[in-house]
C-alpha cells in the first residue's frame, strides 16, 4: 500500500473549508495508504495541548478514528504548531517524528523534514528559531495562563505575517547548501520537506550522483500531497471548494 505525505495545512476555525476538505481527505485518498506522514504546520498554531478546543478535538478524534483502522499517522511538528506534544499524539493514536527524520520505504531511504531550517538566509528566524525551541522557553510558556499564551500567539502570528511580506523569496526559500548538507549527512538521495509552499520536484546534485527534493504544497485553494508507491513518487493536489 502508498505512503501520503501532507504539510502545511496550517488548519483553522476560520479556514473551515481547509478543515472540510482534511476531513474528506481521511475519508477518501487517505484509506488507499497505509501511512500518513503529516510534516509540519498541521495548524495555523498551537498554544499548548492542554489549550485544545473543539476544533482541535474534532480534527484529533478524526485522526484517531483513521488510525483505528491499523493505518499509521506520523506527525512532525512546524514552525507553527512546534509546541504540540505527546498529549496530541495520544489523543490521535500518531507516531512523533523528529525533524529531520530518515525513513526507509520500499527500500528506499527519505529524509522528511518541515523545511523552515533548510533557509539558512533568513538568519533573523533562526536565531528566533533557536530561542523558541529550547526546552526551558518551552517550559515557561506552557505554564503561563492561557490567555496570556492566547495574546502571544496572535502577535506573534501578526509578526510572522508582516515579516514574511517585507522578506524577499529568496530570502524565505531554503539554500542549495542547507539542502545538499542534510541529504549527504544522511546519506539520502531523496529529500522531503514543506514549510516553503512552492510545491515541485527540484533535481539534486550531490557529489555528481542525481538526488532529488520533493516539495509539499500547502492548503489554500488546493489541497497538496505526495503519494510514494512502489518506488514512484506522484505530487498531487485537488481543488478545496469554497464554502
Not at 484509506?31 to 498554531?45: N, R, T, V
Not at 547548501?177 to 529529500?191: C, K, P, R
Not at 514549510?195 to 546534485?205: D, E, L, N, S, Y
Request: proline share 6%; aromatic share 10%; with cysteine.
Amino acid at each position: 500500500m502508498p505512503s501520503l505525505f501532507i504539510s502545511d495545512l496550517h488548519l483553522m476555525p476560520e479556514r473551515p473549508d481547509v478543515a472540510r476538505a482534511f476531513h474528506g481527505f481521511l475519508q477518501g485518498k487517505a484509506l488507499e495508504a497505509e501511512s500518513l506522514y503529516i510534516l509540519g504546520d498541521f495548524f495555523e498554531y498551537w498554544i499548548g495541548d492542554d489549550a485544545m478546543d473543539s476544533f482541535h478535538l474534532e480534527i484529533a478524534e478524526a485522526l484517531l478514528r483513521y488510525t483505528s483502522t491499523g493505518r499509521h499517522v506520523f506527525f512532525m511538528p512546524g514552525n507553527r504548531d512546534f509546541l504540540v506534544g505527546k498529549a496530541f499524539c495520544r489523543k490521535t493514536g500518531a507516531t512523533w517524528l523528529d525533524d529531520p527524520t530518515l525513513v526507509t520505504l520500499d527500500e528506499t531511504p527519505i529524509l522528511l523534514m518541515h523545511g523552515d531550517s533548510l533557509c539558512t538566509l533568513d538568519t533573523g528566524y533562526l536565531r528566533f528559531r533557536r530561542i523558541v525551541r529550547n526546552p526551558l522557553i518551552q517550559w515557561l510558556f506552557n505554564h503561563l495562563p492561557l490567555r496570556a499564551r492566547k495574546r502571544i500567539a496572535e502577535k506573534l502570528r501578526t509578526k510572522s505575517r508582516d515579516a514574511g511580506s517585507a522578506k524577499p523569496l529568496t530570502i524565505m526559500d531554503v539554500t542549495p547548501e542547507a539542502v545538499s548538507d542534510i541529504m549527504q549527512a544522511h546519506q539520502t538521495l531523496t529529500l522531503v520537506h514543506g514549510h516553503t509552499h512552492r510545491p515541485a520536484t527540484h533535481a539534486v546534485q550531490l557529489d555528481d550522483i542525481p538526488a532529488q527534493r520533493i516539495v509539499l504544497g500547502d492548503w489554500d485553494k488546493d489541497g497538496w500531497y505526495l503519494e510514494f508507491n512502489k518506488g514512484h513518487f506522484n505530487l498531487a493536489h485537488f481543488p478545496i471548494p469554497s464554502l
